[in-house]
């Protein structure tokens, strides 16, 4: 059974380092062909809501406790929110400097385990927060004519978008992990494609009623690209719930950080993004301190 267990979930993390980099890809080449990045975000849980229709009637929603629709409302709320800004700085940032920065979402735990816990940190955490700055400075130097890291960086719309999409992704992740320890997998993934469409397309009403035709004709035109991105985005999703199921969070997080290379090597093959050689350096190490800060927290 255990086999059984650690091959699932080990799958399932194959699963996840793969189809990531590959939405960022479709996500991409959408919003270049004219397409929003909240319509992308909420056709996409639209389209997975309709895929899980027939699952609905085996749902027993009926007994699960408070703490379980919370943690749904928080994270289908900064997962949406998420979501939308991973897009919107994908639109105009490179895959391969966007990618690696998903490694600071290790530091970010431990700034809050310090504010909020009192955690403190091992040499090793240290040590892999070190590795993180270095490569983020070998990453970022590659796109900046030998500037090398600096706070100015900050100031780009996309690395903004791309550093609070982190934040929201670390939160997101915890509570699904809560949902699901108060059901199941299969159950919070329903939750997060239904509600995820009803909060996404609700702001869509909000801010792009007046867009709508435009957008569907991009969606028309583009069927293709998009049927690509929901089958990919839904593997994601489903895997990374599957994984959460099958190991501690942090540990999963730690190990999905290895698909920055991948997204460094799609932007190449994809989008002709330069310095790859030294981005892949960068990643690499940056992927290093994640897994440090992570195993030996």
Same mark, same amino acid.
């Given at each position: 059974?255990?086999?059984?267990?650690?091959?699932?979930?080990?799958?399932?993390?194959?699963?996840?380092?793969?189809?990531?980099?590959?939405?960022?890809?479709?996500?991409?080449?959408?919003?270049?062909?004219?397409?929003?990045?909240?319509?992308?975000?909420?056709?996409?849980?639209?389209?997975?809501?309709?895929?899980?229709?027939?699952?609905?009637?085996?749902?027993?929603?009926?007994?699960?406790?408070?703490?379980?629709?919370?943690?749904?409302?928080?994270?289908?709320?900064?997962?949406?929110?998420?979501?939308?800004?991973?897009?919107?700085a994908i639109r105009t940032g490179?895959?391969?400097?966007?990618?690696?920065?998903?490694?600071?979402?290790?530091?970010v735990s431990i700034v809050f385990?310090i504010l909020l816990l009192n955690?403190?940190?091992?040499?090793?955490?240290?040590?892999?927060?070190?590795?993180?700055?270095?490569?983020?400075?070998?990453?970022?130097?590659?796109?900046?004519?030998?500037?090398?890291?600096?706070?100015?960086?900050?100031?780009?719309?996309?690395?903004?978008?791309?550093?609070?999409?982190?934040?929201?992704?670390?939160?997101?992740?915890?509570?699904?992990?809560?949902?699901?320890?108060?059901?199941?997998?299969?159950?919070?993934?329903?939750?997060?494609?239904?509600?995820?469409?009803?909060?996404?397309?609700?702001?869509?009403?909000?801010?792009?009623?007046?867009?709508?035709?435009? /957008?569907?004709?991009?969606?028309?035109?583009?069927?293709? %690209?998009? #049927?690509? !991105?929901? =089958?990919?985005? +839904?593997?994601?999703? $489903?895997?990374?719930?599957?994984?959460?199921?099958?190991? /501690?969070?942090?540990?999963?997080?730690?190990?999905?950080? %290895?698909? #920055?290379? !991948?997204? =460094?090597?799609? +932007?190449?093959?994809? $989008?002709?993004?330069?310095?790859?050689?030294?981005?892949?350096?960068?990643?690499?190490?940056?992927?290093?301190?994640?897994?440090?800060?992570?195993?030996?927290?």
């Open positions: 059974m255990l086999v059984i267990i650690l091959t699932l979930t080990t799958v399932a993390i194959v699963v996840r380092i793969v189809s990531s980099p590959l939405s960022n890809v479709f996500q991409k080449q959408l919003t270049q062909r004219a397409a929003e990045p909240l319509f992308v975000s909420s056709a996409t849980y639209g389209f997975l809501s309709v895929l899980t229709i027939s699952f609905w009637p085996e749902l027993n929603l009926s007994n699960l406790p408070a703490d379980f629709w919370l943690s749904v409302l928080i994270f289908n709320l900064i997962g949406v929110l998420g979501n939308v800004l991973l897009v919107k490179e895959l391969s400097v966007l990618g690696p920065i998903n490694a600071y979402k290790s530091v385990g955690e403190i940190p091992s040499w090793m955490g240290v040590m892999g927060v070190a590795l993180i700055v270095a490569g983020s400075y070998v990453v970022l130097d590659s796109g900046q004519r030998g500037r090398g890291f600096s706070f100015d960086i900050l100031k780009q719309p996309e690395i903004q978008f791309r550093l609070i999409a982190l934040v929201c992704s670390a939160i997101e992740a915890v509570f699904i992990k809560r949902a699901m320890v108060l059901s199941s997998p299969m159950t919070t993934f329903i939750l997060w494609c239904v509600l995820g469409f009803v909060f996404s397309f609700s702001w869509v009403i909000l801010t792009l009623r007046r867009r709508w035709k435009e /957008q569907i004709a991009v969606f028309s035109t583009e069927k293709g %690209t998009y #049927a690509a !991105l929901f =089958v990919s985005a +839904g593997l994601m999703q $489903f895997s990374t719930n599957t994984a959460f199921g099958g190991m /501690q969070v942090g540990y999963v997080l730690a190990l999905f950080q %290895t698909s #920055a290379l !991948l997204n =460094v090597l799609f +932007g190449y093959q994809f $989008f002709k993004e330069k310095n790859i050689v030294q981005k892949l350096i960068g990643a690499a190490i940056m992927v290093t301190g994640a897994v440090l800060i992570v195993v030996f927290k």
